[in-house]
Every structure is written in structure tokens, then in C-alpha cells.
């Protein structure tokens, strides 16, 4: 039998992005406001849902001020004005890839204008064709936590049934738009974050209790299912050669003990996390989850033919991001990480980053190993990476042998995971260039091979730097994943 060596070839190398975290411009070109540009930046490092605390209060105080003092994802990096030179920076690494996100409020600045916004439609066009230039495909997320703001005002965002068909007739202006230009596509990225709050469902929860909470939280995740199923099928029929896949946060669990209540427990908490993709891949709501609704109190409103779309919507490949793992325990003894963290137990044998998240290269070669043995799907690793505290030295360069050792670890159990037969399509680590972060909208949690001079308080040049890593990456690919 023939057993594969390495990676195939074709392999997707390259970096994901998203717009809210990257782009500046909020408020230029007839883009409206968004739900991450009424975020503040977190106070405590270490809480990454710091990104959900958005309360009408907030909500309104972010409304009537017009700077970006208190609101980093406003500004961004400046990607809007330096993507030429950014997206050389991935060419000189040789990127075959570069997953972006489109921003929808450049697009429909309100969510329901009665015409989407042409200076947004032309700013991807030029993107897009930048990235052509260089022979890198852009892998293009429709939605990555953000949405226009003038939802949630009149909507509350996913939690309301309004709002799938404000997406699909978005989704349908950008697939004609892009049709033949954009070869890869993602619905929802890290679906599963509309159980974590305000950052994937775009609602308003602060004040509900936990039932509540849990019943809009399913509620907008359902609403998102019928969304990214429609967005299938209008991706299908207008431009059959393009493959559009779902997104998951996949945090694989371990059991704290051998102990079969605790083995147990983590498999609950694991079919929490694969319940996205069960839907998603296979169309149907799968029979656990049902019963977990029923045992919690949470009751789906879903229309006649919600099941027949879902199960017409089912994707052509799985995405999903891997930075870390847990540990459950059924009598809830494990130590929790990082403050009041929300990503399950403390891990003894693995280390973590400077924000708490446990390090877990083999753990990469479970979560494909798992994928595919579940779904025999395409799957495509479209985000990993170490958030660190990077320092620019006397020499003017940023050493950040740490970042490689990381990446150098999870690609070594990709190609493990690989020769076991796993279909792998490719892998764009996240922010191959610093951005501001998702969870706590510091500038100083970095993840790049490419230096931003930028602080958290939005001081600095912006002026771009190769880090060490910049140069390991260039020959991995160079390569092919064969040196290391
Ligand atoms: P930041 C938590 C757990 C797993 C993935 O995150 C997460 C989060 C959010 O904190 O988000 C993804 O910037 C997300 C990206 C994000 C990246 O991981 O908080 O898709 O937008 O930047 C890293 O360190």
C-alpha cells in the first residue's frame, strides 16, 4: 500500500486575517458601523470573552463617540490602506493562501440597504486581485465576528429569524460579485463562538440569566445553520467550481481521569464542540444535542422547511482553527486555566502561552484524526498560532525562536496525521501579520511573522518589520513542509 510522505501537492501554505481585526478605515467609503467596533479593549489579559461584554449601555456610550481611543478593532492595523504592501510581505513568504474576511458592512453598511455599497464591492475586487497578482488564493470567510451594528439595533442580531435573509441576499452580492475570482469560501468562522456571547450572534445577552442566555445562544446558532445552508447552495449554483466549506473552534477535550464517569463527561463536552459540524457536514441535527435542548430548557423555533435547507446546505470541506485543549471531569475538579476562563481544565502535562491557552501540538494530530474518521471530508486547518509578547531588540529584529518551535510542532503532527490517510487541504496559521486580537482587542498579543509597530494604545508607526519567523516560514514552504 501506498502510504503518503508528506504534504500533497498544491498544499494550501498561507495566513488567515480577519476584517474587524485587520482593516482600520471604520468609518470611510460608506461603510457602516459594526458590532467589534463597539468593543472595548479587555482590562483583564487573560479574559478572552471580554469580547462579548457589550451591554445597551455600551452599546450606546460606543454610538456617540467618534474616535478610536477606546475601540482598537476600529483601527485595526491599517490593512484598508496597506494591503499592497502587506500582501507582498505573504508573497515573499511564497503564500499560496490568504484567508481574509469580508467585512458586510462595506458591503450593506445597514444590514438592509436597498443597494450594497460599491466602494466596498471594489476595495475586495482590488484585494483579490492583489492576491492574484502573486498567485495566491484568497480563502474568503463571509462572516467573522462582526456584522453591521444596525442589526443588532433593530434586530438583535442572530437572534432574530430577520436576519438570515439580510445575510443571504449579502452572501448572493458577493458570490456573483467574486464568481471565478474566489475559489474558497467559509460561511461562519468558528461557528460554535455564538454559544460564547455577543461575538458570534451579534445580540445583546448581559442581562438574561443562564437558561436564557443558553436558549438565544442555540437560537442564533440555528439561524446561522439556515444562513450558511442557503449560502451553500446560492455558492453552488453560481459558480460550480467553487468550494465553500464551514468553520469550527475545535477544542478537543481530554477526561481528567480514566475514571468512565470522567471519560463520559468529556465525551458530552466534546459532542458540545462537534455538534457545529455534525449539522453542518452531515445536514441533520444529530440526537444528543436534542436531548441536551430538552435537558436544559431550550426550545428551537424553526420554520416548516428549516431541516430540508439544513440538509440541502451540507458543505464541500471541513475548516476549522486549533490552538489548545482541555480537560473535563464529570465531578468538575479540574483546575480551570487562566483566570476565569471559560476553555475547560487545567492540563498538567502541557504548557501554556502567556494568556493561559494550553499548547498542544499532538492534539492537532487528534483533532484531524477525529474529523476525519467522523466525516471523510476535506479538512483545512485555517488557523493556528502563538500569541506572544514579542520585543524588538538592539539589532532592530524581533527573535521569536518560541513562534517557530510552535508552528514547527503542529506542522510536524499535520504530516503525521497525513500519512494516515487524513485528506488534508491546507494551512493558513492565524495572523501572519500582528493584528489586533479577537478575544481581548490587545495590539500586544502577536501572532505574526510580520512585525506591526503598533501599541495597544494605537501609538507607532505602523511601520512593518520580518521577525525571525518571517524567514523559517519562507523556507517551510519553499519546501513543501520538508524542512522544518
Ligand atoms: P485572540 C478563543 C478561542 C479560540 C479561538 O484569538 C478564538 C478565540 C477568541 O479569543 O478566536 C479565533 O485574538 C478567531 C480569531 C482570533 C484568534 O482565534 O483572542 O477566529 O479571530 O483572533 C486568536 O488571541
Known amino acids: 500500500k501506498n502510504i503518503p510522505t508528506g504534504f500533497p501537492k498544491g498544499f494550501l501554505w498561507g495566513g488567515a486575517t480577519a476584517a474587524n481585526q485587520v482593516e482600520g478605515a471604520w468609518n470611510i467609503d460608506g461603510k457602516g458601523l459594526t458590532t467589534a467596533e463597539v468593543v472595548q479593549k479587555a482590562t483583564d489579559r487573560q479574559d478572552p470573552m471580554a469580547m462579548n461584554a457589550v451591554t445597551a449601555v455600551t452599546l450606546r456610550k460606543a454610538m456617540v463617540d467618534k474616535t478610536d481611543t477606546l475601540y482598537p478593532k476600529r483601527r485595526g492595523i491599517d490593512f484598508y490602506h496597506r494591503y499592497r504592501e502587506d500582501i507582498k510581505l505573504f508573497a515573499e513568504m511564497g503564500f499560496k493562501a490568504f484567508r481574509l474576511s469580508i467585512a458586510w458592512a462595506r458591503i450593506f453598511p445597514n444590514g438592509d440597504d436597498a443597494q450594497p455599497n460599491e466602494a466596498g464591492l471594489k476595495f475586495y475586487d482590488d484585494v483579490f486581485a492583489e492576491c492574484h497578482k502573486y498567485g495566491i488564493e484568497p480563502v474568503v470567510t463571509l462572516s467573522h465576528f462582526e456584522m453591521p451594528l444596525a442589526l443588532t439595533l433593530k434586530h438583535n442580531g442572530w437572534a432574530s429569524r430577520a436576519t438570515i435573509a439580510a445575510f443571504t441576499r449579502y452572501t448572493k452580492v458577493v458570490f456573483e460579485r467574486y464568481r471565478g475570482i474566489v475559489k474558497y469560501w467559509l460561511t461562519f468562522n468558528e461557528i460554535n463562538a455564538s454559544t460564547w456571547g455577543f461575538v458570534g450572534t451579534g ?27 442557503i449560502a451553500v447552495q446560492q455558492c453552488h449554483a453560481l459558480d460550480p467550481a467553487a468550494k465553500i466549506g464551514c468553520m469550527l473552534a475545535r477544542i478537543q477535550t481530554y477526561p481528567h481521569t480514566p475514571n468512565p464517569t470522567d471519560v463520559r463527561a468529556a465525551q458530552l463536552e466534546d459532542e458540545l464542540n462537534l455538534f457545529f459540524t455534525d449539522v453542518q457536514v452531515r445536514g441533520e441535527y444529530p440526537g444528543y ?23 440541502a446546505g451540507t458543505v464541500d470541506y471541513l475548516s476549522f482553527s486549533y490552538y489548545m485543549t482541555t480537560v473535563t471531569s464529570a465531578a468538575d475538579a479540574t483546575v480551570k486555566t487562566s483566570g476565569n476562563m471559560t476553555f475547560g481544565g487545567k492540563n498538567p502535562y502541557l504548557e501554556t502561552s502567556a494568556w493561559g491557552w494550553q499548547i498542544d ?5 487528534i483533532a484531524l484524526n477525529v474529523f476525519w474518521d467522523r466525516y471523510r471530508l476535506p479538512l483545512f486547518v485555517v488557523e493556528n498560532g502563538l500569541g506572544a509578547l514579542d520585543e524588538v531588540t538592539a539589532d532592530g529584529k524581533i527573535h521569536d525562536q518560541y513562534r517557530i518551535d510552535y508552528m514547527r510542532q503542529h506542522i510536524i503532527q499535520m504530516r503525521e496525521a497525513i500519512k494516515d490517510g487524513v485528506e488534508l487541504m491546507g494551512y493558513t496559521m492565524w495572523g501572519p501579520i500582528d493584528l489586533i486580537s479577537a478575544g481581548t482587542s490587545e495590539m500586544s498579543k502577536r501572532y505574526g511573522f510580520i512585525y506591526v509597530d503598533q501599541d495597544d494604545a494605537g501609538g507607532g508607526s505602523l511601520q512593518r518589520l520580518r521577525k525571525d519567523s518571517f524567514y523559517w516560514y519562507q523556507q517551510v514552504i519553499a519546501s513543501n513542509g520538508t524542512v522544518l
Open 203 to 229: 445580540a445583546l445577552d448581559q442581562e438574561l440569566d443562564e437558561t436564557a442566555k443558553l436558549q438565544l445562544h442555540y437560537q442564533a446558532v440555528h439561524h446561522q445553520f439556515v444562513a450558511s445552508a
Open 289 to 311: 444535542m436534542n436531548r441536551y435542548f430538552a435537558e436544559h430548557g431550550v426550545t428551537l423555533e424553526m420554520a416548516a422547511d428549516d431541516e430540508a435547507v439544513i440538509k
Open 361 to 365: 501540538p499532538l492534539g492537532l494530530r
